[in-house]
């Protein structure tokens, strides 16, 4: 079982480098946004736009990446490139139709956006240039999912890592110089996306090359289309989950406040980033190991060791995360003072993506057992509860509610996804364990904030926070001495 597991981790730690590198991107540009966008109104702006390219992937791709996953992991040689040149063809011809259907709706998209009139002076065309960007995105970041499937499908984390790191560096160094020497303003955000985008498809070429063949199968493609449909909904409603707040928050308040909202929000995403480094070699983790005979042992125990993992990583990030945002570098503080007020949304936003980790976690038996029919229910679920929530509680109390929202959202899908696995593929978590960080985790949040709101929360008070959850953790015997420096071995050492 620990071979396993270190092999889970290996592939963990290598996707990481790109993810960390990737969300790091943005933990810089968000800063960086932050001082170069005269107005609050427009990083709401940006973020609107991208939440509508976040939502229109999931249309774009329809399951298919996870479709070719599926059946080329049960296959190799001259079938394996049959499954990828079916999905891949049948993705490029749909792209297209997608994007056909797009440019002719830019006229009601923009209506929608309610752009406000300041920033339709002078060059009101723009936003029509900046919906143009947003379709060539799309196509180009579809058709290469598959190629990504490949790369981490047949286990070539280093090249999937070191592609991404490239199109990381290029992104970064065209925003730079698009902001800071041509001033193209709002702009440059689209066309650095833009290029970095291309660049992905280029740099996949080989691959694509090597594994393409001129041929459809249409029985595979069908097959294909069965398992990977189930994921439009499911994966719609997932979005919805993911970016909804924001066009919400927008609605009920204005883009200046989903200004704040937003770039505040990218700070609790540092969760996500370690959610998304799991997940990447989670799903071709269990794919591989579901017919170990102790595979059911090994999943259990890969839950307790995420769930204890990023609750240690929720305090010290939750704890922190305020004093490094505020520190000040030559008279300039991380974050442009007008978007202090929206750190205290980045706990609850921690824990939301938290819990979207478990959500992940229950996702072997689903895949396992081919019951991916359910995750329509099971993201509907958590998509209705995320627009009632904001409804709820945005009016009465603001960006915290958006964020609240989201927490229920992931915490209901979790329960929900946990019931529907369990249903069909049975697995013995270690429920004692995982009851006993979680109640640790909901205390240390209720102080948190009691702390916080009353009487503040200084550094020595965080201090003493910390040391009384990593306490809590070995008198409640969550994990024993033993355990710990045995798997502190096995993470550092790889022994």
């Known amino acids: 079982m620990i071979e396993k597991i270190k092999e889970l981790t290996k592939d963990t730690a290598i996707y990481g480098i790109s993810t960390i590198v990737g969300r790091f991107l943005g933990f810089v540009l968000t800063p960086f946004y932050t001082h170069v966008l005269p107005d609050t109104a427009e990083m709401g702006i940006f973020n609107n736009y991208y939440a509508a390219i976040a939502f229109l992937n999931v249309i774009f791709i329809y399951g298919m990446d996870s479709a070719f996953m599926k059946y080329a992991s049960l296959t190799s040689g001259t079938e394996k490139k049959k499954i990828f040149s079916t999905g891949f063809i049948a993705v490029i011809i749909s792209s297209i139709l997608f994007a056909l259907v797009l440019f002719v709706l830019q006229t009601p998209f923009l209506n929608y956006l309610d752009i406000p009139q300041k920033f339709l002076q ?12 947003l379709i060539l995105i799309l ?31 290029l992104n970064l160094v065209l925003n730079l110089i698009f902001f800071l020497v041509l001033r ?59 970016v909804i707040d924001r066009p919400i928050v927008e609605k009920l308040t204005n883009y200046e406040t989903l200004g704040v909202y937003s770039a505040s929000y990218k700070l609790g995403t540092l969760m996500m980033l370690v959610v998304m480094m799991f997940q990447f070699a989670w799903q071709p983790f269990f794919l591989t190991n579901a017919k170990e005979e102790n595979a059911k042992d090994i999943f259990a125990k890969v839950l307790t060791l995420f769930v204890l993992f990023t609750s240690f990583l929720w305090v010290v990030i939750s704890l922190f995360i305020d004093d490094v945002v505020k520190m000040e570098f030559f008279g300039l503080s991380l974050y442009k003072q007008e978007y202090h007020e929206g750190l205290v949304i980045v706990p609850i ?34 998509a209705v509860v995320n627009v009632a929530v904001n409804f709820l509680l945005i009016p009465e109390i603001g960006i915290i509610g958006a964020a609240l929202a989201t927490l229920a959202a992931y915490i209901a899908m979790a329960v929900s996804l946990f019931y529907f696995s369990q249903k069909f593929y049975k697995v013995k978590y270690e429920y004692n364990r995982i009851t006993k960080i979680l109640s640790l985790l909901f205390a240390t949040t209720g102080v948190y904030y009691y702390i916080f709101y009353n009487f503040g929360l200084t550094l020595a008070i965080k201090f003493v926070m910390l040391i009384g959850f990593i306490s809590a953790v070995f008198v409640l015997r969550i994990i024993t001495k033993d355990e710990f420096v045995k798997l502190s071995k096995m993470l550092l050492r790889g022994k």
């Open 349 to 382: 936003v921690l824990l939301g993506y938290l819990f979207n980790g478990i959500y992940y976690n229950f996702q072997a038996g689903i895949y396992i057992e081919d019951k991916t029919k359910y995750f329509p229910i099971v993201t509907g679920i958590g």
């Open 122 to 133: 002078g060059d009101p065309n723009k936003f029509f240039r900046f919906f143009y960007y």
């Open 184 to 242: 193209w303003g709002l702009e440059s955000i689209f066309i650095a996306n833009l290029i970095a985008s291309l660049l992905n498809l280029v740099l996949l070429m080989p691959d694509i090359l090597r594994n393409f063949e001129k041929r459809v199968d249409k029985e595979l493609l069908k097959k294909m289309l069965i398992f990977g449909i189930p994921y439009l909904p499911a994966s719609i409603s997932a979005t919805i989950v993911q």
């Open 139 to 169: 196509i180009l970041d579809t058709i290469t999912l598959i190629p990504f499937a490949y790369l981490r499908l047949e286990r070539k984390s280093k090249r999937f890592a070191l592609i991404r790191l490239i199109n990381i560096f």
